[in-house]
């Protein structure tokens, strides 16, 4: 119908003679080919001068087109359409030619009504008649002429003697101060920051009250220094604690910068050689400045829970980071593990009953912390049982050991079982992620109100909130680690069974690649408390190592890595392989000299998985949090689904390329 209408539309405007024209020209032809050359002259002389009767015709019936639909305006409009406040066109559909215009718009634009057609395409390129066509009133996209914007509403107006010959009408309805206005507001929006110096106490430590002011005129120099270029207001709250004020216009300059004084705020260092850090939260888009420092104050939190050193920014939406490159130092103090034990052990002895929930694919570090949690319960009298996939997981050969005790016969259920025998007095703690999407079974997540976290990688933008306990150190070596701490503060030695220290010194050797990275103080002290308590590193040993044909598979994803920046490399699979065979061969390239960092990456159904390990300087969870993934500095991986390993290869490279770009 539409091509029928623009066939019609065409006769009308520009009624078709070339078929007899060409008679005419083969007249001509025929006569100077049998040497009639009079007749020849005389029959040229007439179709030149049909041709030019031919062109003002066609330009008259143009003319009377447009008479037409002036015509057709006024009666429409009430008033003269060259008098209308707004320009004003009348396009043909199928080609976007002008067919007639009010004044406004000829001086826009510089249209005028002559036989050299014009298209509204040549003012504004990406426009279409789409919207038209579908009997929208509204074109979807703004559009800019000069220095001003509009907004074009417009109709279809049906034309001829049966009335099935279309042509657009076009309103521009002129919103350049509007979107002045609006622009404005947007950019004059408040961003509330908060400052917050992380390793104060570590700075001052043994110093003089005279280092210490001297410490201070140091670091409010050097951030009252930066603010200045932010034209904001920039207030001290306490001896570590700054709030910072300036508009939203700015804060684009900030982010360009990628933050400078994070790098400036190095330069100030205490007599013990230790250089100070910030923290940087900032607040955006907050309704109000109460929401606005509560954006800040979670950036602040987000970025300690991912090691500090570091701004987050937080909109209405979602997390932003800047930073967070420098190696983690471990901070932690013992006196949040005391409080933290004590704390879950009462909630414990509030409850029905606690499940416990690590992450999908569950390995040792998820398990041996949860076995850890249960040891706790059991010292409350409080039944305990893990939620776990005994059909697809990263630690059969552990929990097969521990089926075999009687004290754990039972305690593996899936999540379907723990969603029936749930009630509003049990409690869900989760082990090993921060993340909601990465439990495993999030329903269940969702049906238990009293959630506690132990974690210890860096927190993700969509961590687990609304927590009663969040016992969360990114510094820490592991879960089980975390999970030991708590058993030292909360039960006796003789309270812990050895299949329980066996669990939890697995953990710790399986994300420390046997006490070889990610190791600190509370990491050996841990391990000695464990093997006190019985756990043997052979048995545990054991329960790491590989079968033949296991290890010829992660000797061939050896093989097929590739080097990227001479120090990076990249093992791209094109058929599927385990989890474990992957985090093993990125650890295993990591044995290779000059190698600092390794991606391993596989397809697994619909998704392509990436396991990612790191010994130098090159922050593996960073590289990875653009696709999604997350983990630690170290140790990382990521999911992307509906997508194939070759694209998900290009994304990788562009990540780790942004990253060292932005260093």
């Known amino acids: 119908m539409n091509k029928r209408r623009e066939k019609r539309l065409e006769k009308l405007l520009h009624p078709s003679a070339g078929f007899y024209f060409a008679i005419l020209v083969l007249f001509c032809v025929i006569a100077f080919s049998l040497k009639q050359y009079l007749l020849a002259v005389l029959e040229s002389l007439i179709t030149v001068l049909l041709f030019v009767l031919y062109l003002l015709f066609r330009a008259h019936r143009r003319r009377q087109l447009q008479a037409f639909v002036q015509k057709w305006a006024d009666n429409a409009s009430g008033t003269r359409g060259a008098e209308a406040p707004f320009p004003m066109a009348v396009i043909e559909l199928d080609n976007c030619a002008i067919v007639h215009t009010n004044d406004t718009f000829a001086k826009l634009t510089g249209f005028n009504d002559t036989l050299v057609e014009h298209r509204l395409t040549e003012h504004f390129p990406e426009f279409t008649t789409d919207w038209l066509t579908a009997d929208k009133m509204e074109y979807p996209y703004d559009v800019t002429l000069g220095q001003r914007r509009y907004r074009i509403y417009g109709t279809v107006v049906n034309t001829g003697a049966n009335g099935d010959i279309p042509l657009g009408v076009l309103y521009f309805a002129e919103l350049t101060e509007l979107y002045r206005v609006r622009d404005e507001y947007i950019r004059s929006r408040p961003v509330v920051s908060i400052i917050l110096v992380d390793n104060y106490e570590e700075l001052t430590r043994n110093m003089t009250e005279a280092a210490i002011s001297g410490l201070n005129a140091r670091i409010n120099n050097t951030i009252l220094k930066w603010a200045q270029n932010y034209h904001g207001l920039l207030r001290r709250l306490e001896k570590n604690r700054f709030l910072l004020i300036f508009e939203k216009r700015d804060l684009k300059v900030a982010v360009d910068t990628k933050f400078t004084i994070l790098e400036e705020i190095h330069e100030i260092t205490a007599p013990s050689g230790l250089a100070a850090s910030i923290s940087f939260g900032l607040g955006v888009d907050g309704a109000t400045f109460e929401e606005g420092y509560d954006f800040a104050a979670l950036s602040i939190e ?81 039944p305990a049982f893990i939620v776990l996939d005994l059909e697809e997981n990263s630690a059969q050969r552990l929990i097969d050991e521990i089926i075999r005790e009687p004290e754990y016969k039972n305690i593996f259920i899936s999540g379907e079982d723990a969603l029936l025998m749930c009630d509003n007095r049990s409690t869900l703690v989760v082990v090993d992620t921060n993340r909601p999407d990465q439990v495993e079974y999030r329903s269940l997540l969702d049906a238990i109100s009293r959630v506690c976290v132990v974690d210890h990688h860096l927190r993700a933008a969509d961590y687990i909130n609304s927590v009663v306990v969040n016992f969360h150190e990114p510094y820490a070596s592991s879960a089980a680690e975390l999970a030991t701490e708590l ?69 061939k994803i050896v093989q097929a890595a590739r080097m990227h920046k001479h120090d990076i490399a990249i093992a791209p699979l094109n058929g599927p392989t385990t989890r474990t065979l992957a985090a093993q061969a990125a650890d295993e390239l990591l044995n290779i000299t000059g190698i600092k960092a390794s991606f391993v990456l596989f397809p697994d159904g619909d998704r392509v998985i990436i396991s990612a390990r790191s010994i130098g300087d090159a922050n593996v969870q960073v590289i990875l949090e653009p696709l999604g993934g997350g983990g630690n500095a170290s140790t990382a991986g990521a999911q992307i689904r509906n997508t194939t390993v070759k694209e998900v290869l290009d994304r990788l490279v562009a990540s780790i390329e942004e990253y060292y770009e932005s260093k």
């Open 302 to 382: 987000m970025a300690l829970s991912r090691g500090g050193d570091q701004a987050v920014v937080k909109d209405r939406m979602n997390f932003h980071f800047y930073g967070g490159r420098a190696k983690e130092a471990d901070r932690r103090g013992k006196v949040r593990s005391r409080v933290t034990a004590n704390t879950m052990m009462e909630l414990i002895g509030q409850s029905s009953q606690v499940f416990i929930m690590g992450h999908k694919n569950a390995d040792m570090d998820a398990v041996g912390a949860a076995m850890g949690i249960a040891c706790l319960c059991r010292k409350k009298n409080k």
């Open 487 to 555: 058993l030292q503060y909360a039960v006796e030695p003789n309270d812990v069974l050895p299949i329980e220290a066996k669990s939890l010194m697995a953990g710790i050797f399986l994300d420390t690649k046997s006490f070889n990275v990610r190791t600190g103080e509370r990491t050996f002290e841990a391990a000695a408390y464990l093997r006190q308590l019985g756990a043997d590193t052979v048995e545990v040993k054991r329960l790491l190592q590989n079968d033949y044909d296991d290890t010829i598979i992660k000797h």
